[in-house]
């Protein structure tokens, strides 16, 4: 009979407040950060997580997030190149987008939300068609990280809309979405581009780099001025004219506030334009962007200064000759020009003792009061800037200086460590978590997987909970052992332990004691004294001296034995009554980093930075089975309560379940993004506590679905043939269809399993039409025709994915595809497969476009298709047009009857 497990599934992910950027909903009252694999949505005023958007499902981390203009689509890019877009009020996934290779870097939404362009690692830039959910373009030009993306729209003297790009290659390249080329590359940087900011009227680029200067483009129409004198300039030189620029470089300002190597991370412009924010390491410095006259006067007061300095300058050299006169009037002119520093002026920096990661206006509200920071310690913090009316009303009292400068009013970071979480452990009813970080520890309640207490407690290594669940011990870095009370949070004692740092403690089964194991070659046992009905006193009682320093100590659940891991790559068992040595376990060809006791005594299982775990027996020493565990060293096993199954996890990011009696992989929790330093059961074993250096504290739950070893081993396969997919795309950049690598523009789709698995049922599907009367054919196809169960099988692949599973089709079956299509539209409700059907006939035509023009036999059926294409396309578009003028009636009526406005901005009228 097979043996079946029960399987443990991710109950929920806590202690993660934001790992990448965060935004600012349109109300301004929410804030949006991406937590790992999930998305977090924050009340600003409450100061607490509203909800979750995620899946379970989703493994690989978030990486970037963008919001749409209308508050209706927020937009996640992830670390294996999947954008995922969620409806942002229901929480619920609306499309999968597969095409980047690589890490989501940067997003950007057009102003009417129908577009989305991503940027990623893989040094790709993918359009996507919002409405559709598919890829319109892949653009290649960039040689390293694209590190910002924004769509510029028409209407600004250009025709077409356009999108700028900048890269860590240090250049900034502007495309034609309609042409799908570049343009114009512009090359005035020397330092990797990490940021550019378009005015929201479109007429300045500003770009930052790692050289902490900001350079300023005028765009389209509005740099006429500009691009006439660069004509000038160059038929002068004799150089042939290049008037078609779309960007003229404009000038450069220089931050004052800049310290050292202090690189550009974000640069943002308010909604109304009036601010430029620019978010460096630990500083956010703001511009004001002056109106025109203001600008004017500016200019004129520098110009009139620089004019007299020259004339005092001229009065002290004497010597001066006609020649040197008239450079000094050329120079004059070129000064008399507008530059970038008339127009922006350094209003205020905001200087941060945290390194800040991203930064975000309140983009929907005037005045732009508040903006939103995601640290790099794992927080939130809101900052209000005074308005002008405020300003203005502060300049009479006589603490204006104060009152005038930005304030932090709100900052969200109680719920999460600061840095990674190097131990965790459970009270003895398995109420409360205690974690320990280097800045603090934290308790949290296991049901609401909430924060209750903030320990202070530096340096932690190890922790566990005394019986009764009153205090926590914590052994540090230093030595030293923390006795805290739960109830106040307050250390009640520091107990001078170990000359160095102590890498465990271990609670003596008969509650009465515990063993502390150092660095100091040293393992000390310790019992519990009660001076005080309430207070906890711990006192010294013998003392284990080892060769070498000890990792790892545990007591038998009999109290009989205690064994001790080392750095000599042993594990050395003693009788803990004499403390007499007993066994010695060898076989690690590294430390020992880790190891856990049976609950029956019987068994030891040992992990090791060799990546191994071996099974001992506890009664002659012997190694039952030595097994590969891990890609990387293991951290933390554990054998859950009355078992002999065990739990292990490690650097390479995972936390695996095995049967220590069977020698069987059981199971592997993929989740953590980084390094799992810890982990421990429940004393029933129905849940497993996790944390890792992703600052993220994990609890897996045991489920009724039964596991079974040939289907977990078939998951396993199925995860590493994705991951093959994607290593072979990320090694090949070129296109299936013929065309290189180096081609500016291709298809925006990569292959996965999902459009593998699609091509398979599509082939299975056509394969019916050569062999109508076979049994399976009847069994699936049932009262439907044959094209109709193709439809509906075409209908069942994800519209990103649909043309990469019909790259995979043969050319021998496009026959009975196109029959298919030619079904479809001829169909009385061909309406609704209008799209599916052109824009799978029009794919097939482009990939095999060599074979059909030397086969004729097609040309009957090709030429039919034309027609009914151009027929339902026709009548699609007829019924389009018919819709869009009823709603723009519609608005109209609603518009001349309501005082508010029912549509958001949304431009219906075309």
Same mark, same amino acid.
């Given at each position: 009979?097979?043996?079946?497990y029960?399987?443990?599934?991710?109950?929920?992910s806590?202690?993660?407040?934001?790992?990448?950027?965060?935004?600012?909903?349109?109300?301004?009252?929410?804030?949006?950060?991406?937590?790992?694999?999930?998305?977090?949505?924050?009340?600003l005023?409450?100061?607490?997580?509203l909800?979750?958007?995620?899946?379970?499902?989703?493994?690989?981390e978030?990486?970037?997030?963008?919001?749409?203009?209308?508050?209706?689509?927020l937009?996640?890019?992830?670390?294996?190149?999947?954008?995922?877009?969620?409806? $942002?009020?229901?929480?619920?996934?609306?499309?999968?987008?597969?095409?980047?290779?690589?890490?989501?870097?940067?997003m950007?939404?057009?102003?009417?939300?129908?577009? *989305?362009?991503?940027?990623?690692?893989?040094?790709?830039?993918?359009?996507?068609?919002?409405?559709?959910?598919?890829?319109?373009?892949?653009?290649?030009?960039?040689?390293?990280?694209?590190?910002?993306?924004?769509?510029?729209?028409?209407?600004?003297?250009?025709?077409?809309? /356009?999108?700028?790009?900048?890269?860590?290659d +240090?250049?900034?390249?502007?495309?034609?979405?309609?042409?799908?080329?570049?343009i114009?590359?512009?090359?005035?940087?020397?330092?990797?581009?990490?940021?550019?900011?378009v005015?929201?009227?479109?007429?300045t680029?500003?770009?930052?780099?790692?050289?902490?200067?900001?350079?300023?483009?005028?765009l389209?129409?509005?740099?006429?001025?500009?691009?006439?004198?660069?004509?000038?300039?160059r038929?002068r030189?004799?150089?042939?004219?290049?008037d078609?620029?779309?960007?003229?470089?404009?000038?450069?300002?220089?931050?004052?506030s800049?310290i050292?190597?202090? #690189?550009?991370?974000?640069?943002?412009?308010?909604?109304?334009?009036?601010?430029?924010?620019?978010?460096?390491?630990?500083?956010v410095?703001?511009?004001?962007?002056?109106?025109?006259?203001?600008?004017?006067?500016?200019?004129?007061?520098?110009?009139?200064?620089?004019?007299t300095?020259?004339?005092?300058?001229?009065k002290?050299?004497?010597?001066?000759?006609?020649?040197?006169?008239?450079?000094?009037?050329?120079?004059e002119?070129?000064?008399e020009?507008?530059v970038?520093?008339?127009?922006?002026?350094?209003?205020?920096?905001?200087?941060?003792?945290?390194?800040? /990661?991203s930064?975000?206006?309140n983009?929907?509200?005037?005045?732009?009061?508040?903006?939103?920071?995601?640290?790099?310690?794992?927080?939130?913090?809101?900052?209000?800037?005074?308005?002008?009316?405020?300003?203005?009303?502060?300049?009479?009292?006589?603490?204006?200086?104060?009152?005038?400068?930005?304030?932090?009013?709100?900052?969200?970071?109680?719920?999460?460590h600061?840095s990674?979480?190097?131990?965790?452990?459970?009270?003895?009813?398995?109420?409360?978590?205690?974690?320990?970080?280097?800045?603090?520890?934290?308790i949290?309640?296991?049901?609401?997987?909430?924060?209750?207490?903030? *320990?202070?407690?530096?340096?932690?290594?190890?922790?566990? $909970?005394?019986?009764?669940?009153?205090?926590?011990?914590?052994?540090?870095?230093?030595?030293?052992?923390?006795?805290?009370?739960?109830?106040?949070? /307050?250390?009640?004692?520091i107990?001078?332990?170990?000359g160095?740092c102590?890498?465990?403690?271990?609670?003596n089964?008969? +509650?009465?004691?515990?063993?502390s194991?150092?660095?100091?070659?040293?393992?000390?046992?310790?019992?519990?004294?009660?001076?005080?009905?309430?207070?906890?006193?711990?006192?010294h009682?013998?003392?284990?001296?080892?060769?070498?320093?000890?990792?790892?100590?545990?007591?038998?659940?009999?109290? /009989?034995?205690?064994?001790?891991?080392?750095?000599?790559?042993?594990?050395?068992?003693?009788? *803990?009554?004499?403390?007499?040595?007993?066994l010695?376990?060898?076989?690690h060809r590294?430390?020992?980093?880790?190891?856990?006791?049976?609950?029956?005594?019987?068994?030891?299982?040992?992990?090791?930075a060799?990546?191994?775990?071996?099974?001992?027996?506890?009664?002659?020493?012997?190694?039952?089975?030595?097994?590969?565990?891990?890609?990387?060293?293991?951290?933390?096993?554990?054998?859950?309560?009355?078992?002999h199954?065990?739990?292990t996890?490690?650097?390479?990011? *995972?936390?695996?379940?095995?049967?220590?009696? &069977?020698?069987?992989?059981?199971?592997?929790?993929?989740?953590?993004? @980084?390094?799992?330093?810890?982990?421990?059961?429940?004393?029933?074993?129905? $849940?497993?506590?996790?944390?890792?250096?992703?600052?993220?504290?994990?609890?897996?739950?045991?489920?009724?679905?039964?596991?079974?070893l040939?289907?977990?081993?078939?998951?396993?396969?199925?995860t590493?043939?994705?991951?093959?997919?994607?290593?072979d795309?990320?090694?090949?950049?070129?296109d299936?269809?013929?065309v290189?690598?180096?081609?500016e523009?291709?298809?925006a789709?990569?292959?996965?399993?999902?459009? @593998?698995?699609?091509?398979?049922?599509?082939?299975?599907?056509?394969?019916?039409?050569d062999?109508?009367?076979?049994?399976?054919?009847?069994?699936?196809?049932?009262?439907?025709?044959?094209?109709?169960?193709?439809?509906h099988?075409?209908?069942?692949? +994800?519209?990103?994915?649909?043309?990469?599973?019909?790259?995979?089709?043969?050319?021998?079956?496009?026959?009975?595809?196109?029959?298919c299509?030619?079904?479809?539209?001829?169909?009385?409700?061909?309406? &609704?497969?209008t799209?599916?059907?052109?824009?799978?006939?029009?794919?097939?035509?482009?990939? #095999?476009?060599?074979?059909?023009?030397?086969?004729?036999?097609m040309?009957?059926?090709?030429?039919?298709?034309?027609?009914?294409?151009?027929?339902?396309?026709?009548?699609?578009?007829?019924?389009?047009? $018919?819709?869009?003028?009823?709603?723009?009636?519609?608005?109209?009526?609603?518009?001349?009857?309501?005082?508010?406005?029912?549509?958001?901005?949304f431009?219906?009228?075309?």
């Open positions: 009979m097979v043996k079946t029960l399987k443990y599934e991710l109950v929920e806590f202690g993660v407040i934001s790992s990448a950027n965060a935004l600012i909903d349109a109300t301004g009252r929410c804030a949006v950060s991406a937590s790992l694999e999930s998305i977090s949505i924050w009340s005023k409450k100061k607490e997580k909800r979750s958007i995620g899946n379970i499902d989703i493994k690989a978030v990486t970037y997030l963008a919001l749409s203009g209308d508050n209706i689509t937009a996640a890019g992830y670390s294996d190149g999947v954008v995922r877009l969620w409806d $942002f009020a229901e929480g619920t996934l609306r499309s999968t987008l597969t095409g980047h290779r690589a890490a989501v870097t940067t950007h939404f057009s102003k009417d939300g129908g577009q *989305l362009v991503t940027g990623s690692k893989d040094t790709e830039i993918i359009i996507w068609d919002v409405v559709s959910e598919t890829g319109v373009v892949k653009l290649r030009g960039h040689r390293d990280q694209v590190t910002c993306c924004k769509l510029v729209d028409s209407g600004i003297g250009q025709s077409g809309r /356009k999108l700028i790009s900048a890269s860590r +240090g250049l900034v390249k502007i495309w034609d979405v309609d042409t799908q080329h570049c114009q590359t512009l090359v005035g940087h020397r330092n990797p581009v990490t940021s550019i900011a005015h929201p009227e479109s007429h680029l500003v770009s930052g780099c790692t050289d902490g200067s900001l350079r300023f483009w005028k389209g129409e509005f740099a006429s001025e500009l691009r006439a004198k660069a004509k000038q300039d038929g030189q004799g150089v042939e004219d290049d078609e620029l779309y960007a003229v470089y404009y000038g450069q300002v220089i931050r004052t800049a050292g190597k202090d #690189h550009v991370g974000t640069l943002r412009y308010s909604v109304d334009g009036s601010l430029l924010a620019c978010q460096s390491d630990k500083q410095e703001f511009f004001s962007v002056l109106s025109e006259p203001e600008a004017n006067k500016r200019q004129k007061r520098r110009v009139k200064r620089r004019k300095e020259k004339k005092t300058k001229i002290k050299e004497d010597e001066a000759t006609e020649e040197h006169a008239k450079a000094d009037d050329d120079e002119s070129q000064t020009e507008m970038p520093t008339d127009e922006y002026v350094s209003k205020e920096v905001i200087v941060s003792d945290i390194k800040i /990661k930064f975000d206006f983009a929907h509200k005037v005045p732009h009061t508040h903006f939103l920071c995601s640290m790099q310690s794992n927080s939130l913090c809101l900052y209000k800037m005074p308005s002008e009316a405020e300003e203005d009303d502060n300049d009479d009292d006589d603490n204006s200086s104060e009152k005038n400068k930005t304030k932090m009013i709100a900052a969200i970071e109680y719920g999460g600061s990674d979480i190097k131990a965790v452990s459970l009270s003895y009813d398995d109420s409360m978590i205690v974690t320990c970080s280097s800045q603090y520890a934290k949290y309640n296991t049901k609401s997987r909430k924060c209750i207490r903030t *320990l202070d407690v530096k340096e932690g290594v190890c922790a566990m $909970f005394v019986p009764g669940d009153l205090h926590v011990i914590i052994g540090t870095k230093s030595g030293d052992l923390e006795i805290i009370e739960v109830g106040s949070g /307050k250390t009640e004692k107990e001078a332990a170990h160095g102590i890498w465990s403690i271990c609670i089964p008969n +509650g009465k004691g515990f063993a194991a150092s660095a100091d070659k040293s393992v000390k046992l310790w019992e519990f004294q009660l001076p005080k009905p309430s207070s906890l006193k711990v006192v009682s013998r003392t284990l001296q080892v060769e070498t320093d000890a990792f790892c100590v545990k007591i038998s659940p009999n109290s /009989k034995m205690i064994a001790v891991s080392l750095l000599d790559n042993t594990v050395k068992v003693y009788h *803990l009554e004499t403390l007499k040595f007993f010695s376990l060898y076989g590294l430390p020992v980093m880790t190891l856990s006791i049976s609950s029956d005594s019987n068994l030891l299982v040992t992990g090791s060799d990546k191994n775990i071996k099974i001992w027996g506890l009664d002659f020493g012997d190694c039952h089975k030595s097994i590969f565990a891990h890609d990387d060293s293991i951290m933390q096993v554990a054998f859950v309560p009355f078992t199954y065990v739990f996890c490690g650097k390479d990011k *995972l936390v695996k379940y095995w049967d220590a009696d &069977k020698f069987e992989h059981v199971q592997t929790l993929r989740g953590h993004q @980084s390094e799992v330093w810890g982990m421990c059961v429940s004393s029933n074993g129905k $849940f497993v506590i996790s944390v890792s250096h992703d600052r993220s504290i994990r609890m897996w739950g045991q489920t009724d679905e039964q596991l079974f040939e289907e977990e081993k078939e998951n396993e396969l199925d590493m043939f994705e991951e093959s997919l994607l290593a795309a990320t090694k090949g950049g070129g299936d269809l013929g290189t690598g180096e081609t523009h291709t298809r789709t990569r292959p996965t399993t999902e459009s @593998s698995k699609g091509s398979d049922r599509i082939l299975e599907a056509l394969t019916f039409m062999e109508p009367d076979s049994p399976l054919a009847a069994a699936l196809v049932g009262d439907r025709t044959l094209s109709e169960y193709v439809l099988v075409m209908t069942t692949i +994800g519209a990103s994915e649909l043309e990469e599973a019909l790259l995979i089709l043969p050319f021998a079956n496009l026959r009975n595809m196109c029959a299509i030619n079904d479809w539209l001829n169909s009385e409700s061909n309406i &609704k497969h799209e599916i059907a052109c824009r799978t006939l029009f794919f097939l035509l482009s990939i #095999h476009q060599k074979q059909l023009s030397v086969d004729r036999s040309l009957p059926l090709l030429l039919e298709l034309n027609k009914k294409a151009k027929d339902a396309l026709s009548k699609q578009k007829r019924v389009i047009g $018919f819709n869009k003028a009823a709603l723009v009636h519609i608005r109209r009526e609603l518009e001349q009857t309501a005082e508010g406005s029912y549509f958001r901005g431009d219906i009228y075309g």
